[in-house]
Structure formats: C-alpha cells, structure tokens
C-alpha cells in the first residue's frame, strides 16, 4: 500500500513554537504611536492586551514554551494530518510528488484555532474576563468563540455587516460557542455610530470592525482585544504548522523544493513556511517559498511597503507593511478571510529581502483548482486555501513541463464546508473576476 497519510502521535505535538524574529536578516520595523510618530512600548499595548502576548511582540527568543494547557487543547485535532496528494498527482500527471498539510480537522475548521487558544489561554492567565474581537467571512470570530469556551470567558465578535447577513452558519456557530456577534458598524462604539451616521446602510468592512472591537477593549476594564493575523505572535502560535510538516516530511525522507500557502493576514503561510526558512537563511537548505494572494487585494504584489494603520478609523499603531491604504475596501469576493488591506510586518519585511515570493489569482481560476482538487482527494477546501492549491497546481505542471521530479508543500489551511454557495455560484457560471 502506498502511503497516503503521515500520521504523528500526540507526544509529538510541538512543545515550543518557533520564533523567527531573531533569525531575520533585516529586523521588522517597529509599530509607531500614531499621534507622536515615536515607536510603542508596552505599557501603550497593556490597555487592550496581556502582558505575555506583548512579550511575545517582541521576544527575541527563538523557541518560546507552548504552555501544557494550550498543548493539552491541541492535542483534540494535533498533530494535524500530513497527506501526499496521490489523487491530485494522478489527476495533473505529473512526475512531482505533492504533499500538504490539513488544518482544517481543528474543530473551527481552519488553522485559526492554534493561535486563538493562545490568545484565551493567557488573557484568562492574567485574568481578563472578556475578549472582543472582529470577523469577516467568520473563520476567526469561530476560533476565538471556540477558544474563549474553554477558558470560561466571555467573547464579543464584531462581525461585517454584509457577512453576518449573508454567512449565516458561521454566525450561528458562534452562538453555539457562547460569543455574543453583532453587525459592524453597529451602534455599541463611537467609531461605529460615526460610520452609520453618514451612511446608515454601510455593509461595514474588517477595517471598521477592527476599530470597534478595539474601542470596545480600550473602553471596559474587564475586555481585552484579540487578533487574528498579521501581529508577530499570531505568527508565531502559528509555526506548529510548520514544525509537525517539517517533521512528518522527515519520517519519509523528504524536503520540500516548494513551501506555499494563502495570504491574508499571513499567518497560516508564517505558520507552514517559518520553521523551513530558518534552514533557508541558515543555508542549510534551499527552499522556495511562495505567498498566494487574491488578484482582487493584493498587498505584496501590488501594495507599497510602508507605515499604515491596521483600521479604517486609524485606531492601531501604525504598522509597517506591504498596504493596499488602509481605506482600501477589497471588491467582495469569496475569500473573505484574504479580504485584508494590510498583512504581516515579519512576511512584508522578508518578502522586501527576497527571501519569499508571491502570486496573486482571479477567483475563477482558483475555484477551478479547488474542484480538481475536491474531485481528486475529496476535501472541500476553503476558497481561501484554494489559492495555495492553484499554485501548487501550477508548479506541478511547470514540473511536467520540464520533467522534474520536485518536491511540493503547501497549507490547506482550512475546509470549505461553510462556503457552498460560493461553490454554487461558481458552478452557475455567475462567479465574476475583478481586480
Ligand atoms: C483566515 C483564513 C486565511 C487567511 O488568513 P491568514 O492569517 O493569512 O492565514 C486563510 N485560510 C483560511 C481557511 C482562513 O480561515
């Protein structure tokens, strides 16, 4: 029989996380106070965050501890499955093996769980009582509902008016976890009353959302803010990825030529690639690495590296990072959860050292990669995943192409299961590209 499924034990869940902040060739740029220009400390963060999470912003440590507690939760879906996509090879005919890494067993259904248990768990620690945070298409509003239930705190999800309408599942499943959701831009914050004011019909965006649930934070004594991307320790949660692929790949005598994953934020790409670009810059091993991206917000591709705010109201520090313009507002397209203006300092700064690639797609193409690739492994992957998978296609065909016998990693970061109609409209050939 050949092998299919690459399975770990639970002893081997990871016990620390890795922490790519001390191997970088160039340094992140530091987050800056809007108003003084000058950079932040922590006692500007402490309003809205813990004090380990701000230790973590910028520890330069390399391996940093994953608490028993947090492991103790992991271990519920991790280690998560390593497939080698036979089907899909088979189907593409080509001479290169593929393999990649599911995150969407976590019971959310996508990899935002490995850093929202993280977040709850040290909230809890240094007893905050409520968390609130924003969503757009869902995923991340599930993750922290889910991960705020088993620390018995209370979860507030701003969540885009046009999604808490029209995704109606993900709302309800974050009623089931306990979270209270409301439509942004809603009436419970000033930045919310503003927005409606001049424009009662808003359909709201993540931008807008962010800046309430931040007021909501900084405004209650008991209420801390939780993020879902592009912060360093988001990242950082997410190498768990990384390190049980890189370790599953071991046990069969393989490296990859080809790391990809979508970027939205660019965590769950941080989370499959940062332990395999250790031994990149190192140069212990030649990797390419490759951030996929939405043709319709396509920060790395087509953004500009510099300081931005991470809201619409210019409530955060300012952030430096490959930026759209944080009034951007990215046409509505399927993948909700790549619908970010900004992304990741840590992957925006590497990506400026050439260190990783990128490539952006039209959502039509993507779907089409996502059907071959349901019709040949059967998952349903998320249309935000798709997009690793379109690349992972692409570079199996330039390998029959050329004849070459390369290895292809990429992060099916979450299932689809909660995105049919976008299949639907997909298959009625009423789906349109933009960009
Ligand atoms: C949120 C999400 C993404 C994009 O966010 P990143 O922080 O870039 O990982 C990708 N895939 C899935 C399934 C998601 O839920």
Same mark, same amino acid.
């Given at each position: ?12 869940? !990871?016990? &620390? ?18 108003? $003084? &220009?000058?950079? =932040? ?26 608490? /028993? ?13 390593? @497939? ?80 808490? $309408?029209? &995704? ?15 439509? #942004? !831009?809603?009436?419970?914050? /000033? ?33 801390? @803010?939780?993020?879902? #991307?592009?912060?360093? *320790?988001?990242?950082? *949660? ?35 690639? %940062? ?9 212990? *091993? ?8 939405? $043709?319709?917000? !396509? ?28 009034? @951007? ?10 619908? @970010?203006?900004?992304?990741?300092? =840590? ?5 400026? /050292?050439?260190? =990783? ?9 993507? %779907? ?41 990693? %990429? ?5 689809? *299961?909660? /995105? ?6 997909? %298959? ?8």
């Amino acid at each position: 029989m050949q092998k299919t499924k690459i399975l770990l034990d639970e002893n081997d869940i !990871p016990r &620390k996380w890795y922490n790519i902040l001390p191997d970088m060739p160039t340094p992140v740029s530091p987050p800056l106070n809007p108003g $003084t &220009k000058e950079p =932040i400390g922590p006692k500007d963060l402490s309003p809205i965050f813990p004090m380990e999470l701000i230790k973590q912003e910028v520890s330069q440590d390399r391996f940093i501890t994953i608490p /028993d507690e947090v492991r103790d939760i992991y271990a519920l879906w991790r280690p998560a499955p390593l @497939y080698r996509a036979h089907r899909l090879e088979a189907a593409l005919k080509t001479p290169a093996k593929i393999f990649y890494k599911y995150e969407g067993v976590s019971p959310a259904g996508s990899h935002k769980p490995n850093t929202a248990i993280a977040q709850a768990y040290y909230n809890m620690k240094e007893g905050t009582e409520r968390l609130a945070t924003e969503t757009g298409a869902g995923q991340w509003g599930c993750a922290l509902a889910l991960a705020t239930t088993y620390f018995d705190l209370k979860c507030t999800v701003y969540m885009v008016k046009v999604s808490f $309408t029209q &995704k109606p599942y993900r709302r309800s499943l974050m009623h089931l976890w306990g979270a209270d959701v409301i439509a #942004s !831009p809603s009436n419970h914050t /000033d930045s919310g009353k503003k927005i409606l004011s001049k424009d009662p019909g808003s359909p709201g965006s993540l931008g807008i959302a962010i800046s309430e649930a931040i007021e909501d934070a900084a405004s209650h004594e008991d209420t801390h @803010y939780s993020l879902g #991307s592009v912060l360093n *320790h988001v990242m950082l *949660h997410q190498t768990v990825i990384g390190m049980e692929a890189k370790e599953q790949l071991a046990r069969v005598e393989e490296y990859p030529d080809y790391i990809i994953g979508s970027v939205g934020g660019g965590s769950n790409f941080a989370g499959i690639s %940062f332990p395999f670009l250790s031994d990149k810059i190192s140069g212990k *091993h030649d990797v390419k690495v490759i951030g996929v991206e939405p $043709t319709a917000c !396509p920060s790395l591709t087509k953004g500009e590296f510099r300081y931005d705010f991470g809201d619409t109201a210019g409530l955060t520090p300012l952030l430096k990072m490959y930026t759209m313009g944080h009034e @951007y507002i990215p046409p509505s397209i399927h993948a909700g959860g790549l619908r @970010y203006h900004g992304l990741s300092p =840590i992957v925006s700064q590497l990506y400026a /050292d050439k260190l =990783i690639d990128a490539v952006a797609y039209h959502q039509k193409e993507v %779907f089409e990669a996502a059907v071959t690739f349901a019709r040949s492994e059967g998952i349903v992957p998320a249309p935000e995943s798709s997009h690793a998978i379109k690349c992972a296609i692409d570079k199996a065909l330039e390998c029959k192409r050329n004849g070459e016998k390369k290895t292809i990693l %990429f992060n099916l970061s979450g299932h689809g *299961h909660f /995105d049919m109609s976008a299949y639907d409209s997909y %298959f009625s050939g009423n789906m349109k590209d933009s960009s």
